[in-house]
């Protein structure tokens, strides 16, 4: 079988469920490089629940993994990491050393989501950051903000921060140290956040300047925050998205 076209093996290797292929990967350098360089996996998706079906790389390019498994796959991810673009940590609770373990398998990635993820030590020191990486996307949806304490080194173009309601009882104080780090950051999005916790004292004038800023389900209670962080991070946006916005009256 080493001696068929690598376009033959491609097109064989399509056929197989992610989880498959990743084990295929494993065989030997030729097979790991078919994997890498048809880009056969791109998305790695990291999950605590076990009840997901692993669709053949034919209609997706996208690999699904428990948690509690990621060990065994990681020589392919040392094999074939540089060929993925998104990892996606959802739903289960991780350490930090954990994500920067796997992050740092994965030097090309540009998307990194984190969904509904909890950290088992919020408090632990962090002795190790994610390498350093370009334009990356930061997506936090509903997960413990202590996870910026590991990307003080890379270098993002977006952040979005999804929570629901308006969330004063996470601790957002690792969020201050990495925006500090930006020079690149172009987009910034929030939802259902206090703006205090994250805008007041936090970001130098002129360290980056948006072209996109979007707001979404905030009760603000002193808008002056908003303010001050616009003003100081904005010269020309080219999106401007508002919704569901109100003031909120911390006396009542």
Known sequence: MNNLPEELLAKIFRNLAQKDLLSVSLVNSSFNDVVTSFSLITTIYIFESSNFENSP???????????????????????????????????????????????????????????????????????????????????????????????????????????????????????????????????FGMSGIYESNLMYGTIPRGDFKLTEFKICGCDLEEWHYLENFLADHVDTLERLIVERVRSWDSSN
């Open 57 to 187: 790389t034919r209609k997706y390019s996208k690999a699904i993994i428990r948690n509690d498994n990621v060990a065994s796959y990681r020589k392919a991810f040392e094999g074939i990491g540089k060929s993925i673009k998104e990892v996606y940590f959802k739903q289960h609770a991780t350490s930090f050393s954990s994500v920067v373990s796997i992050l740092n398998m994965l030097p090309n990635v540009k998307v990194i989501n984190f969904y509904y993820v909890r950290i088992d030590n919020d408090e632990e020191e962090v002795t190790e950051n994610v390498q350093a990486m370009n334009g990356v996307t930061l997506l936090f949806h509903e997960s413990n903000p202590a996870m910026f304490k590991v990307f003080n080194e890379i270098s993002v173009v977006k952040v979005d921060l999804r929570f629901y309601g308006d969330t004063p009882y996470y601790n957002f104080q690792p969020f201050i140290p990495f925006m500090k780090n930006q020079k690149e950051l172009k987009s």
